[in-house]
């Protein structure tokens, strides 16, 4: 059977052209569409203004409904069409309010027939059908996986079936040139058709692309059109405020000192798990049921969380994130499988990871993703999240010494302490908190985000220190790394004692090198990367004071 790989999509004019590659013929085969015609929405009935700009761009009106997204209620709209890109360009400027101007009019076509860049197609009466073939081996285990969602979230299995589908069609060797490159490899060419697969953008794109943003407004705006909810503007998803500073994360002063057999305990993709589990998404913070109002976050308490809604913004990443979690990740360390399969998986794991850790950083600034409310909700239960696992520790008598973000360190638990700790915090705050690391030897100053540990087999974990930053001295870094060369097998107090003499010693030696001039002056440059000409900003502050 022929199967027609969907590359690109471009226009010729007002036609639409759909670029396929056919995996038989090793050729690329197009598809054109002359009748489509760029849209956009109005409010309806019309105002006298819209309908004088409707005019002036020889526009066409056809009613109909669409789902508002913050109401849930379908309402008639005004559909618009224009007879040239030229007309849909102008219309942003046209109308007081008008919706779905800011979408490409190649990316409305796909979204509008359901096509998945990326993916297989059989080509009927030139009419592009989707093929998505999985074994019924990989269909039997993908159901016992997901078979607790079926019915506790069938929204967001429904994604991720629907994802785990497309990822699952093979990929075509094709040529570079037939994507518009000079070269390109096996291994970067199945990253680009995964990825066009699950954000929905051209594979030429993907190639090189590595704008997040643009990945997760294609994943919102293609599950909008598909189920018929108007696409909210810029302004109606930020609630009409302004972007500003959000309250970030939340880091417990460190208790300063020295510690052996530290734990630390991290959250599982926190901030992706936030907005899944507690159903944060642009519609539902703040939304318009009063009996919702009383679900707040101490840490946020301005702000409320739908409770009659799944918001379809935490069913996305919920969906992304569940499908790496419990399936790629790890499939990419079963050895039953074949070594091509675990890096194929580790490949979407990893890309699954890159899309979901996003979510939140956009909704701060990014034009089109940005939500003031709700980057504030995500922040907020993060910070809780974190004082109320530390407060769980403390109250069972562990002893937290440090927390920061998704992190919190043990003292010297017991395997049963920490035991009782994950388990709790999944009871109890519905997320998953997991060893990360195991340190046989901790260092925590009184500053906070800088501190190092020691590995079980020897190897240094630095984080924050200015000492190993690669734009310090050469000089400092070797001092430095000599001193954790002593600290590699310690593991008690005695020991600990004992090779602080010796560092006490390589310290002395340096001063002395440094006193005696014995170091090169190379070895003692702090270097400064400047992201700008000095002469350029010199010319611009003397115009300045000029005029």
């Known amino acids: 059977m022929d199967f027609y790989y969907l590359l690109d999509v471009k226009t010729e004019g007002r036609i639409i052209v759909l670029k396929f590659y056919n995996t038989r013929a090793d050729e690329t085969f197009e598809i054109r569409d002359s009748d489509h015609k760029p849209y956009f929405f109005l409010a309806y009935p019309l105002s006298k203004s819209d309908e004088e700009g409707i005019r002036s761009l020889y526009g066409g009106v056809e009613v109909m409904k669409r789902r508002d997204l913050f109401t849930d209620e379908l309402k008639e709209l005004a559909k618009v069409t224009v007879y040239s890109l030229d007309g849909f360009r102008k219309a942003s400027k046209a109308f007081e309010t008008v919706w ?46 997901f078979a607790y969602m079926k019915t506790a979230d069938p929204r967001k299995y429904a994604q991720i079936k629907y994802w785990f589908n497309l990822l699952h069609q093979p990929v075509p060797q094709v040529k570079p040139e037939q994507l518009g490159l000079k070269k390109t490899s096996s291994e970067r060419l199945y990253h680009a058709f995964m990825l066009a697969r699950i954000v929905n953008i051209p594979v030429s ?135 091509q399969e675990r890096e194929n998986a580790e490949v979407l794991a990893d890309l699954l990871k890159l899309i979901s850790v996003s979510s939140y950083g956009v909704t701060v600034r990014i034009h089109g993703l940005a939500c003031p409310p709700l980057a504030e ?28 973000t998704d992190s919190i360190f043990l003292d010297n638990p017991r395997p049963a302490q ?32 800088a501190y190092f540990g020691i590995l079980p087999d020897g190897k240094p974990d630095i984080k924050g220190l200015t000492a190993v930053k690669s734009n310090s001295p050469k000089f400092i870094r070797r001092v ?53 000409d000095p002469n350029e900003r010199l010319f611009r502050h003397f115009t300045r004071r000029k005029t």
């Open 100 to 145: 779905e101007t800011e979408i490409g009019y190649t990316q409305s076509y796909v979204y509008d027939h359901d096509l998945v860049f990326g993916s297989p197609y059989k080509i009927v009466e030139n009419q592009p059908v989707l093929v998505t073939n999985v074994s019924q081996q990989i269909q039997k285990k993908f159901e016992n996986t």
């Open 418 to 449: 920490v035991n009782w700790l994950t388990k709790t915090v999944k009871e109890k705050l519905r997320l998953d908190l997991a060893i990360e690391k195991q340190y046989s030897l901790c260092v925590l100053p009184a500053a906070k985000k």
């Open 205 to 339: 794109e993907t190639y090189q692309s590595r704008r997040v943003s643009d990945w997760l407004k294609s994943i919102i705006y293609t599950y909008l059109r598909k189920n018929n909810v108007l696409i909210p503007t810029s302004t109606e998803l930020r609630r009409g405020l302004k972007t500003h500073r959000v309250p970030g994360a939340l880091t417990v002063q460190p208790k300063a000192g020295v510690y052996f057999n530290t734990i630390v305990c991290d959250f599982e993709s926190l901030y992706p798990s936030i907005i899944d589990t507690y159903n944060l998404s642009y519609e539902t913070v703040n939304c318009p049921h009063k009996e919702c109002t009383v679900n707040r976050n101490d840490e946020c308490a301005q702000h409320w969380i739908c409770t009659k809604r799944r918001g379809f913004y935490s069913m996305l990443i919920g969906a992304l994130k569940d499908l790496r979690i419990h399936w790629y990740k790890p499939l990419s360390k079963n050895t039953d499988v074949s070594e």
């Open 480 to 532: 430095f790394q000599d001193c954790l060369k002593e600290l590699s097998n310690v593991k008690t107090l005695e020991k600990y004692e004992s090779a602080k003499k010796r560092i006490r010693t390589i310290v002395q030696q340096a001063i002395n090198e440094l006193k005696n001039r014995r170091v090169k002056l190379e070895d003692l440059v702090y270097s400064v990367k400047l992201y700008y």
């Open 377 to 404: 909700c995500i922040t907020a239960y993060g910070r809780s999240s974190l004082q109320n696992s530390w407060d769980m520790a403390e109250a069972k008598g562990l002893h937290p010494i440090y927390g920061d």
